[in-house]
C-alpha cells in the first residue's frame, strides 16, 4: 500500500505522517500555517492549549537522538498529552523482541500516537499497517527512507525568511545518498513550487535516479552556491567513511565544506540551515555555523510548533461537522 | 424575518460599555473572539477607547469539539497584551447560543494570567443555552429555530445572515 492511502483518510485529511511522497501542496501548507498559530503558545505565561488532553504519545526511539526526541517530547506537551519515551535498542529488542510484539506490548497500554525513529527504511509505514483503527504513526526517521518533520521544519524556516518558493533556489550540499533529511526536503520542496532545488554532492554520494527527483546536480561547490537564496548543509555521517566513499573527512572539507569564502557565492542574504548534528570543521566551518546568515539554532525551535502542528491536525483529523456551536 | 442593523447594535452596544472605561484603574481591556467577535470588537475599541489595549482570541485549540471540527488555520492566531493580570477582561463575541465558544474563551484567557474581571459583550443572544453562562451586555435577542444558524458576515459592511443548516449536508 502507499503511503498516500496510508496517509490520509477519506476525506483526505492526515491521519498517519510517514513521508512527504504521497502528500500534496494543500496539506503542506496547512501544516506550515497551523505551526504559525502554535508559535505564539510558547511565549504565554502556560505554554499549553489542551488539544491532546487526555491522549497518550509513546515515543519509540530505536536510534538515537536528541533534537529530534526532545522537541517531539515538548510539542507533545505543549498540546498537553501525556508522553512515555522508550529508547528501545536499550530494552525489549535487545531481548529478542520483534518489533510487532514490541507494538502489540504498548498497544495494550492504550496509546493513542506513535512517534518512530528505526533504523530500517519502511518501519513506519509497517507501524502504521498493524496500529489498530484510531491510533496514529508520525515517522521520526526511517533509514535512509524520509524524515519528513524534520523536512517541514525546514520548509517553515525557509518560508520564514524567504515567503514564497516560486522565487527560490534552494541548495542541498553533502551526502544525498544515505540522507533521509535530504530526501523528504527534495519532495517538500518540489511540491511547494521551489524554482530551483540543487544537490550538491561528491559523485559517489548523489543518488543514481537524483534527476528523476527534479532536481539540478552539482559536483562542484561553488558552481553549486552560485546565487541560492537557502543552502542546506547535510551531516557528513563519518560512519559511512568506511565504506570507501570519501577519501578522508580534511579532503571532504576541502571540497564541500561550507566556508565564509564559499558561502559569499551564493546571494548575500542566504540562509545557512543544517538539520543537526553538525560536525564542526568537516562540513561546515564554526564561523560560518554561528554567524550571521546560520538559522541552524532557529530550525530547532521551529520544530516544536511544526511537530504539535502535525500531532493536532491527525488529532482533530475528522473535517466532518464543521462550524461547531456558539 | 427582518435582521436588526448591525451598525445600530454596535452603537448601543458602546454606549453601555462605557461606564467600564471611566475608572482606569480597573484596566479595561477589549478582547474579540475570532472572527465575528473580533470585528465587532475593533469597531467598539475604536468609538470607545482607541487609547486602550485591543485583543482577539482564536478559541479553536481550546475547543470541547475540537476532535470533531478540527483546526482553521486560516483564523488569526490569538494576541492578547502583555499583562492581563488584574484587568477587567470584555469579552466580545457575535452570537452567544450553547454558550461552549465563551468556556473555552475563558478557559484560554487563564491561560495567559489572571483577569481581576470579565466581562461578556454580545451582539446576538439567542438563548438556548446549553451551560451556565450569561451575557452582561446584549445587543438583541433573537429566537431561531435550533435548526437555524446565524452568522455575521463581514470584515466590512457588518450583516447577520441566517442559514438553515441542512441536515443531509454531513
Given at each position: 500500500?502507499?503511503?498516500?492511502?496510508?496517509?490520509?483518510?477519506?476525506?483526505?485529511?492526515?491521519?498517519?505522517?510517514l513521508?512527504?511522497?504521497?502528500?500534496n501542496?494543500a496539506i503542506?501548507?496547512e501544516?506550515?500555517?497551523?505551526?504559525d498559530?502554535?508559535?505564539?503558545?510558547?511565549d504565554?505565561?502556560i505554554k499549553?492549549?489542551?488539544?491532546?488532553?487526555?491522549?497518550?504519545?509513546?515515543?519509540?526511539?530505536?536510534e538515537?537522538?536528541?533534537?529530534?526526541?526532545?522537541?517531539?517530547?515538548l510539542a507533545?506537551?505543549?498540546?498537553s498529552?501525556?508522553?512515555l519515551?522508550?529508547?528501545?535498542?536499550t530494552?525489549a529488542?535487545?531481548?529478542?523482541e520483534?518489533?510487532?510484539?514490541?507494538?502489540?506490548?504498548l498497544e495494550?497500554?492504550?496509546?493513542d500516537?506513535?512517534?518512530?525513529?528505526?533504523?530500517?527504511?519502511?518501519?513506519?509505514?509497517?507501524?502504521?499497517?498493524?496500529?489498530?483503527?484510531?491510533?496514529?504513526v508520525?515517522?521520526?526517521?526511517?533509514?535512509?527512507?524520509a524524515?519528513?518533520?524534520?523536512a517541514?521544519?525546514?520548509?517553515?524556516?525557509?518560508?520564514?525568511?524567504?515567503?514564497?518558493?516560486?522565487?527560490l533556489?534552494?541548495?542541498?550540499?553533502?551526502?544525498?545518498l544515505?540522507?533521509?533529511?535530504?530526501?523528504?526536503?527534495?519532495?517538500?520542496?518540489?511540491l511547494?513550487?521551489t524554482?530551483?532545488v540543487?544537490?550538491?554532492?561528491?559523485?559517489?554520494?548523489?543518488?543514481?535516479?537524483?534527476?528523476?527527483l527534479?532536481?539540478?546536480?552539482?559536483?562542484?561547490?561553488e558552481?553549486?552556491?552560485?546565487?541560492?537564496?537557502?543552502?542546506?548543509?547535510?551531516?557528513?555521517?563519518?560512519?559511512?567513511?568506511r565504506?570507501a566513499?570519501?577519501?578522508s573527512?580534511?579532503?571532504?572539507?576541502?571540497?564541500?565544506?561550507?566556508?565564509?569564502e564559499?558561502?559569499?557565492?551564493a546571494?548575500?542574504?542566504a540562509?545557512?540551515?543544517?538539520p543537526?548534528?553538525?560536525?564542526?570543521?568537516?562540513e561546515?566551518?564554526?564561523s560560518?555555523?554561528?554567524?550571521s546568515?546560520?538559522?541552524?539554532?532557529?530550525?530547532?525551535?521551529?520544530?516544536?510548533?511544526?511537530?504539535?502542528a502535525?500531532m493536532s491536525?491527525?488529532?482533530?483529523?475528522?473535517?466532518?461537522?464543521?462550524g461547531?456551536?456558539? | 424575518?427582518?435582521?436588526?442593523?448591525?451598525?445600530?447594535?454596535?452603537?448601543?452596544?458602546?454606549?453601555?460599555?462605557?461606564p467600564?472605561?471611566?475608572?482606569?484603574?480597573?484596566?479595561?481591556?477589549?478582547?474579540?473572539?475570532e472572527t465575528?467577535g473580533?470585528?465587532?470588537?475593533?469597531?467598539?475599541?475604536a468609538?470607545?477607547a482607541?487609547?486602550?489595549?485591543?485583543?482577539?482570541?482564536n478559541?479553536?485549540?481550546?475547543?470541547d469539539?475540537?476532535?470533531r471540527?478540527?483546526?482553521?488555520?486560516?483564523?488569526?492566531?490569538?494576541?492578547?497584551?502583555?499583562?492581563?493580570d488584574?484587568?477587567?477582561?470584555i469579552?466580545?463575541?457575535?452570537?452567544?447560543h450553547?454558550?461552549?465558544?465563551?468556556?473555552a474563551?475563558?478557559?484560554?484567557?487563564?491561560?495567559?494570567?489572571?483577569?481581576?474581571?470579565?466581562?461578556?459583550?454580545?451582539?446576538?443572544?439567542?438563548g438556548?443555552?446549553?451551560?451556565?453562562?450569561?451575557?452582561?451586555?446584549?445587543?438583541?435577542?433573537?429566537?431561531l429555530?435550533?435548526?437555524?444558524?446565524?452568522?455575521?458576515?463581514?470584515?466590512?459592511?457588518?450583516?447577520?445572515?441566517?442559514?438553515?443548516?441542512?441536515?443531509?449536508?454531513?
Open positions: 500500500m502507499p503511503d498516500s492511502d496510508l496517509q490520509l483518510d477519506e476525506s483526505g485529511k492526515l491521519r498517519h505522517f513521508s512527504i511522497e504521497g502528500l501542496q503542506l501548507s501544516i506550515l500555517d497551523t505551526a498559530s502554535f508559535t505564539s503558545v510558547t504565554r505565561t499549553k492549549v489542551p488539544i491532546l488532553r487526555g491522549k497518550t504519545v509513546a515515543n519509540l526511539f530505536f538515537a537522538s536528541t533534537r529530534t526526541r526532545s522537541t517531539f517530547e507533545a506537551q505543549r498540546l498529552a501525556d508522553i519515551s522508550l529508547n528501545v535498542d530494552s529488542t535487545v531481548k529478542g520483534s518489533l510487532l510484539d514490541t507494538l502489540q506490548n495494550a497500554m492504550q496509546i500516537m506513535f512517534v518512530i525513529r528505526h533504523q530500517d527504511s519502511g518501519s513506519a509505514h509497517f507501524f502504521a499497517q498493524h496500529v489498530r483503527p484510531g491510533v496514529a508520525l515517522n521520526a526517521g526511517d533509514g535512509q527512507h524524515h519528513p518533520t524534520q517541514m521544519l525546514d520548509m517553515y524556516t525557509i518560508r520564514h525568511h524567504k515567503h514564497d518558493f516560486t522565487r533556489r534552494v541548495a542541498i550540499v553533502g551526502d544525498i544515505h540522507s533521509r533529511v535530504a530526501r523528504s526536503q527534495i519532495h517538500a520542496l518540489n511547494l513550487n524554482a530551483e540543487r544537490i550538491v554532492a561528491p559523485r559517489t554520494l548523489i543518488p543514481v535516479d537524483a534527476e528523476a527534479g532536481v539540478r546536480v552539482f559536483e562542484d561547490l558552481a553549486g552556491l552560485e546565487d541560492v537564496d537557502v543552502v542546506i548543509m547535510l551531516r557528513l555521517q563519518r560512519e559511512r567513511m565504506g566513499l570519501l577519501p573527512e580534511k579532503e571532504y572539507f576541502r571540497r564541500f565544506g561550507l566556508s565564509q564559499r558561502l559569499a557565492r546571494r548575500p542574504d540562509i545557512v540551515m543544517h543537526g548534528p553538525a560536525n564542526r570543521g568537516v561546515i566551518e564554526s560560518v555555523m554561528d554567524g546568515q546560520s538559522v541552524i539554532l532557529q530550525q530547532v525551535s521551529f520544530g516544536i510548533a511544526v511537530r504539535m502535525v491536525m491527525i488529532v482533530g483529523q475528522s473535517g466532518l461537522q464543521a461547531g456551536d456558539a | 424575518m427582518t435582521l436588526p442593523a448591525v451598525e445600530k447594535l454596535i452603537d448601543e452596544l458602546t454606549e453601555a460599555l462605557a467600564c472605561f471611566t475608572d482606569p484603574a480597573s484596566h479595561p481591556i477589549i478582547v474579540g473572539i465575528g473580533a470585528w465587532i470588537a475593533e469597531r467598539i475599541h468609538r470607545i482607541p487609547n486602550t489595549e485591543l485583543g482577539r482570541l478559541i479553536s485549540f481550546y475547543r469539539d475540537f476532535t471540527i478540527g483546526l482553521h488555520p486560516t483564523v488569526k492566531p490569538s494576541s492578547l497584551p502583555p499583562g492581563i488584574d484587568a477587567t477582561v469579552l466580545v463575541d457575535d452570537v452567544l450553547s454558550g461552549r465558544t465563551v468556556r474563551a475563558m478557559n484560554e484567557l487563564f491561560d495567559y494570567g489572571r483577569p481581576r474581571r470579565i466581562l461578556l459583550a454580545i451582539l446576538i443572544d439567542r438556548q443555552r446549553e451551560i451556565p453562562i450569561q451575557a452582561d451586555f446584549v445587543g438583541a435577542m433573537l429566537e429555530d435550533a435548526g437555524s444558524h446565524i452568522k455575521l458576515e463581514g470584515p466590512d459592511n457588518l450583516s447577520l445572515v441566517i442559514k438553515t443548516v441542512d441536515s443531509n449536508a454531513g
